[in-house]
């Protein structure tokens, strides 16, 4: 039994294929009509407002993520709207008419719809005040950010090798790295991010396909005690950014951007120079941070927000019918910022 509206049907995108290709992935992408299963006593239902694309969603849709879901399934990992149905239990019925940002890690269908079936610990009441746009991203990426800039202050570390450093966890690291006055040597892979990251204030921004790549990156590494890498990459990178970094260093793996395996890991500087490699995950951090500190960090963050400390960028809004042309504009334009669907 449930408390509020239950529409009987909604548009939704739905994956109906994985598919290792991007044109792939554009054919197995379909919108439609789909029915609403009743909801469990422990679940809300969500009417969406707005829901962007990440790199998590490309990857998983590639059947190249950890969460390979039974297919069909609707898409989307994260949004923003209101709930407007609940199940009997206490936790679910307090988020009725609340505004909620949702992520959707768990089996079962996405955001990208009209309506979205969550359980209450996938939902953050948004304060008033937090527009559409920023609470749509404020799941992931910023706290991803947060995250990973503490794990560097814990470790000591006066600099942070920052990779994907115009993308948009990159740009919310350079935010929290400032907060704890920590230095940045960040990565990108086109000049003209150079040029915009250092219009930004930052000092140190290289090239990772210039010819001497590897030597700046070394000289900086070491004259900075850059002693904690935040990598997005892996492939061949990670390799570079180990051989770089100082002795003891170590390199926080958080995502796969290059599409490849770990590569060319000098096992000399693992035995001889102490330096590790370890993964980060957003959601073991969550359950590890625990429900009060999470709570914090999580109000912290739509304080940011709303100050405009941390912006979110969206470079376009997309209906949920023109998921291919949506999909088309993210993946060319990644550094633009994120693109919306506005259901
Ligand atoms: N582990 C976790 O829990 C967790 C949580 C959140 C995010 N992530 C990961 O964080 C990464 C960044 O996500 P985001 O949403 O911030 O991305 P985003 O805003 O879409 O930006 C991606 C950035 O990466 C750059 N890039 C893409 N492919 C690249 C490559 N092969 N080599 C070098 N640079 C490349 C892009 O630059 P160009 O303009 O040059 O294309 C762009 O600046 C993703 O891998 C995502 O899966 C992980």
Redesign the pocket.
């Known amino acids: 039994m449930s408390v509020g509206i239950m529409p009987e049907k909604m548009k939704a995108v739905v994956l109906t294929e994985y598919s290792a290709s991007l044109s792939g992935v554009l054919r197995n992408l379909q919108v439609t009509e789909k029915s609403l299963r009743s909801l469990g006593d422990d679940e809300v239902l969500v009417k969406m407002t707005a829901a962007p694309c990440?790199?998590?969603d490309i990857?998983f849709f590639r059947g190249m993520y950890d969460i390979i879901k039974p297919l069909p399934v609707v898409a989307g990992f994260e949004g923003t709207g209101t709930v407007i149905a609940a199940g009997k239990d206490g936790k679910a019925l307090y988020l009725v008419g609340k505004r909620v940002s949702v992520f959707s890690k768990d089996e079962g269908d996405g955001t990208w719809a009209e309506y979205f079936i969550a359980k209450p610990e996938n939902c953050i009441p948004v304060k008033e005040g937090l527009n559409t746009t920023q609470a749509a991203c404020l799941a992931?990426?910023p706290l991803?950010a947060y995250a990973l800039t503490d794990l560097a202050h814990i470790s000591g570390s006066k600099t942070i090798i920052n990779?994907?450093?115009?993308?948009?966890?990159?740009?919310f690291i350079r935010v929290f790295a400032r907060e704890k006055n920590i230095g940045l040597i960040n990565?990108?892979?086109?000049d003209e991010?150079i040029t915009k990251l250092k219009e930004t204030g930052e000092t140190y921004v290289l090239n990772?396909l210039s010819n001497d790549f590897q030597e700046q990156l070394s000289k900086l590494a070491h004259d900075l005690r850059a002693t904690v890498a935040l990598d997005?990459?892996g492939?061949e990178?990670s390799g570079k950014i180990v051989e770089a970094m100082p002795a003891g260093s170590q390199l926080i793996l958080?995502?796969?951007?290059?599409?490849q395996y770990l590569a060319n890991i000098n096992v000399l500087e693992i035995i001889f120079r102490q330096k590790t490699i370890i993964?980060?995950?957003?959601?073991d951090?969550i359950k590890d941070s625990g429900p009060v500190n999470y709570g914090l960090v999580m109000s912290g963050i739509q304080e940011r927000m709303m100050k405009g400390t941390i912006q979110i960028t969206i470079q376009k809004t997309f209906k949920l019918e023109e998921v291919v042309r949506a999909l088309l504009q993210?993946a060319g334009?990644?550094?633009?910022?994120?693109i919306l669907f506005i259901p």
Not at 187 to 190: D, I, S
Not at 254 to 259: A, D, K
Not at 333 to 338: E, I, P, V
């Open positions: 990440n790199p998590s990857a992931i990426n991803t990779t994907a450093a115009a993308g948009q966890t990159g740009g990565l990108v892979r086109k991010h990772i997005a990459l492939g990178w958080y995502g796969g951007l290059s599409g993964g980060f995950n957003l959601a951090w993210y334009h990644l550094s633009d910022g994120k």
